[in-house]
T-cell receptor, first 111, second 109 residues
Framework: AAGVIQSPRHLIKEKRETATLKCYPI?????VYWYQQGPGQDPQFLIS???????DKGSIPDRFSAQQFSDYHSELNMSSLELGDSALYFC??????????FGQGTRLTVV | GQQLNQSPQSMFIQEGEDVSMNCTSSSIFNTWLWYKQEPGEGPVLLIA?????ELTSNGRLTAQFGITRKDSFLNISASIPSDVGIYFC?????????FGAGTRLTVKP
C-alpha cells in the first residue's frame, strides 16, 4: 500500500542557506501536518493544511513557510538556516474520517 | 495543533511489567489514535478508535476510547525491550488532528 513519502531523507546545508522539504500524501488524503523534532525532543507542531489552505499554525519560525499544492503534496521552505534548525522534519497526511499516517522524515543537518 | 494532555511524560519499567498511559482533552474527539515512534523514524500507527467506549486490542496493546470522548488510554502488557520508544496519542475531528506530547518508554531487560 502507498505510504506518505518525504524527500529528501537526508539533507546537509550550510548556515544561511535555504532548504525545501517535500511531502507526498497517501492518495485521497487532503490534510497535511508538519512537525519538527530536535535531538532527544518530542515533535513540535509547525503548520497544517487542509484542501490547500493553511488550517493551523504552531511554532513555525518566520523564516519558514509552507504550502500545499493542487495535487495535495506539500513543501516546507526554510530560509536563512541556523544551526538550531538541525532536526528531523516529519509530515503526516490524513483525510476525512481516516487516520493520519506519518512519513519517514527528513533529517536536516545545518553545518 | 495544540497538544492534548498526555501522561506520563516518561516511564522506566522492567521487562515483563505492564504499562499504562493516557490522554485527556477539554474537547470532544470523534477518533482517537495511538502512535509509536522509534529513534530516527516516523511515528507508526498502532491503534485507531472510532466509538466512545470502544476497547481495541492489537497483540499486547489495548486502547480505549473514553465514554466522554475526551480521553483515551493505552495499555501495554508484559513489556519487552522492543517496546522502547515514544508513544503519542492523537485526537481527530474533521481533518483537525491534535497530538499529545508523547510518553517516552524505557524498558530495562
Amino acid at each position: 500500500a502507498a505510504g506518505v513519502i518525504q524527500s529528501p531523507r537526508h539533507l546537509i546545508k550550510e548556515k544561511r542557506e535555504t532548504a525545501t522539504l517535500k511531502c507526498y500524501p497517501i492518495p485521497r488524503h487532503d490534510t497535511v501536518y508538519w512537525y519538527q523534532q530536535g535531538p532527544g525532543q518530542d515533535p513540535q507542531f509547525l503548520i497544517s493544511f487542509y484542501e490547500k489552505m493553511q488550517s493551523d499554525k504552531g511554532s513555525i519560525p518566520d523564516r519558514f513557510s509552507a504550502q500545499q499544492f493542487s495535487d495535495y503534496h506539500s513543501e516546507l521552505n526554510m530560509s536563512s538556516l541556523e544551526l538550531g534548525d538541525s532536526a528531523l522534519y516529519f509530515c503526516a497526511t490524513g483525510g476525512e474520517n481516516t487516520e493520519a499516517f506519518f512519513g519517514q522524515g527528513t533529517r536536516l543537518t545545518v553545518v | 495543533g495544540q497538544q492534548l494532555n498526555q501522561s506520563p511524560q516518561s516511564m522506566f519499567i522492567q521487562e515483563g511489567e505492564d504499562v499504562s498511559m493516557n490522554c485527556t482533552s477539554s474537547s470532544i474527539f470523534n477518533t482517537w489514535l495511538w502512535y509509536k515512534q522509534e529513534p530516527g523514524e516516523g511515528p507508526v500507527l498502532l491503534i485507531a478508535l472510532y466509538k466512545a467506549g470502544e476497547l481495541t486490542s492489537n497483540g499486547r496493546l489495548t486502547a480505549q476510547f473514553g465514554i466522554t470522548r475526551k480521553d483515551s488510554f493505552l495499555n501495554i502488557s508484559a513489556s519487552i525491550p522492543s517496546d522502547v520508544g515514544i508513544y503519542f496519542c492523537a485526537g481527530y475531528n474533521n481533518n483537525d488532528m491534535r497530538f499529545g506530547a508523547g510518553t517516552r518508554l524505557t524498558v530495562k531487560p
